[in-house]
């Protein structure tokens, strides 16, 4: 297999689903000929087209309504909103509409619409332009929320996500754009649900998410060298969670770390251990730890971000302190 960037998989992804589906168009701000805020959909206009790929005013209420209001009419939008913290000027439309219609109209509207949104701390780009914010989306039923950590899951999640017939957030880490990893050149799916374990253990499962699973695998070479064998476990979607794969991780390893990017209090690590304890309490030979962000805006400056970022000399240090 080729390699790829993150970057280059999800532009790979949407060109095979345009090609295999006239219902798919993209729509969002700068998406166009400037390629998106990022580059993700650099060269899709020229070769799709205006009525495709088409440019946004500034109005994240405006591009979410649009995809929902093109959804539920037949089409298959992928919507981009420059930074997922933009998402506040949308959420009626998302929330309360795009969520709810397949449910308030008994099964008989869909809303097959992909929502990209790029988030996470990394750039400098402070407190409005940094955050990880998918505890929000996970609490809403109605959506589907994807946060791929690798170009190959990168491009078979967001093929499963423009083929879903429900509303997809899809969370794409600033930082991840530029990894590279081994991709198909094929079209390929990968199930919404499912989680993948990245690297097998027997002493500790560590679940983490996003750019933290890099974190995770840099952490347990780390460990290794210790004599401490860390399974980590990526859920690479947050709804529906794969909580199968991970408790039968932690009843292998009777051991658990959660690590995530987004502020401890509240975050998705709390649901995930919230299951664990429900479902695999008894196996636990030691309290979980989380790994995360301190509960405060992330700066601007460059190395007041770094200390907000966790990393993977945190997660070394939670796994020793379960020994």
Same mark, same amino acid.
């Given at each position: ?12 992804a949407? %060109?095979?689903?345009? @090609?295999?589906? #006239?219902?798919?168009?993209? !729509? ?9 805020c ?14 495709r790929? !088409? ?8 591009? $979410?309504?649009?995809?929902? +209001?093109?959804?539920?009419? +037949?089409? %298959?939008?992928?919507? @981009? ?25 008994? +099964? ?7 929502? %990209? ?7 400098? #780009? ?13 609490? &809403?039923? +109605? ?15 967001? &093929?499963?996500? !423009? ?8 969370? @794409? ?5 530029? $990894?590279?990893? =081994? ?34 695998? =840099?952490?347990? =070479? ?34 658990? $770390?959660?690590a995530?990017?987004?502020?401890g ?5 709390? =649901? &995930?251990i919230?299951? $664990? ?37 945190a ?9």
């Amino acid at each position: 297999m080729a390699k790829k960037t993150y970057l280059q998989a999800l532009n790979e992804a949407m %060109r095979l689903e345009m @090609e295999r589906d #006239a219902d798919v168009f993209i !729509i969002g701000e700068d998406v166009g000929k400037f390629g998106g805020c990022f580059g993700v959909t650099q060269g899709l206009f020229d070769k799709f087209g205006s009525e495709r790929v !088409i440019d946004t005013p500034i109005t994240e209420s405006a591009i $979410v309504g649009a995809a929902v +209001g093109s959804a539920v009419s +037949g089409l %298959r939008p992928v919507a @981009e909103l420059m930074f997922v913290d933009f998402i506040g000027c949308a959420l009626d439309q998302l929330f309360n509409q795009g969520a709810k219609m397949r449910y308030m109209f008994g +099964g008989k509207a869909k809303v097959p619409m992909t929502l %990209r949104m790029p988030q996470g701390a990394g750039v400098c #780009a402070a407190a409005q332009h940094s955050q990880s914010l998918e505890a929000w989306f996970m609490h &809403i039923p +109605g959506i589907k929320v994807a946060i791929p950590s690798t170009p190959y899951d990168a491009k078979g999640l967001l &093929i499963s996500a !423009i083929r879903e017939d429900n509303p997809v957030i899809f969370l @794409e880490h600033k930082m991840l754009y530029g $990894v590279e990893g =081994e991709v198909p050149d094929e079209s390929y799916t990968i199930p919404l649900g499912k989680a993948d374990v990245k690297r097998e253990g027997a002493d500790v499962t560590v679940v983490a998410t996003s750019r933290m699973v890099h974190s995770a695998l =840099e952490a347990a =070479e780390t460990l290794a060298a210790s004599g401490i064998s860390v399974e980590v476990v990526d859920p690479r979607s947050l709804q529906p969670l794969d909580s199968d794969t991970i408790v039968e991780s932690v009843k292998k390893t009777h051991a658990l $770390v959660v690590a995530h990017e987004a502020v401890g209090f509240a975050g998705p690590g709390a =649901e &995930i251990i919230a299951q $664990v304890a429900e479902k695999a309490l008894d196996y636990l030979d030691a309290p979980v730890k989380r790994v995360a962000a301190p509960f405060c805006p992330v700066p601007f400056s460059p190395p007041l971000e770094q200390a907000f970022i966790p990393g993977a000399d945190a997660i070394v240090a939670a796994v020793k302190s379960l020994r």
